[in-house]
């Protein structure tokens, strides 16, 4: 008998099994990591969408050029009545150059964001500190502006020389009309701020159209005098 040479090749598996365990395994794999997706996007569907921040919870002032000095040196004036009697969050914003309010978490009524944001509106017109805080404290109070030209349209010296009417010889027309009226008045240019009530405001703003059309002072106080003395008559 002959016998024939046993070669060791004949004892290892096929290559075509070697082929098919590969991809049996490579296939388990693969369902194994689409189950795990499958699994994260249902997840992300069933849970509840992020609250977004609403544009009402947020305020933005914008700060003029003329402004930024004082705002930073009294910076600390704004922000601890903001932030400890209104339980605001505030920030100046300094690539946009504006001074940003916002709702907090301890905010005990929504309404205190738009009177946060009144106050620093009045501070950014040129109200001092103190004067601006009555927005904080009080209520019905508001700040109301218009220029010289929505009364009546002067140029030039015209324009000068009715600004100097309102403001009067070292600013008594000015001081007068608010002591008078209970307000506050800023001068800007020929742009005019009033703080106050806003009956108070009608009767200072009525006053300052007169003087801008060209009435004389005097008769100006008279009329501001009479009218003051039948409101207190009637309070």
Known sequence: MEVENIKSDDFQPPTALKKATKRSAEQNTSMQIDEESLLQETKQRHQAPRAKRQKSDVRKISVPPHRYSSLKEHW????TPVVEHMK???RFNMKAK?????????TPDISNLQKGADFV???LC????????????????FVETFEVKDVKTLRGDHLSRA???LAGKGGRTKFTIENVTKTR????????HILGSYQNIQLARRAICNL????PPSKVYGNLRSVASRLSERM
Request: glycine share 6%.
């Open 76 to 79: 600390m004036k704004i922000f």
């Open 121 to 123: 509106k009045a501070f």
């Open 185 to 192: 008045i800023v001068l800007a240019d020929s742009k005019i």
């Open 212 to 215: 801008i059309l060209g009435s």
């Open 98 to 106: 504006q001074v940003e309010l916002r709702l907090s978490a301890e």
């Open 163 to 165: 600004i100097g009417r």
């Open 88 to 90: 605001l969050q505030i």
């Open 126 to 141: 040129g109200f001092e500190v103190d004067d601006a805080l009555a927005l904080l404290r009080l209520e019905d109070l």
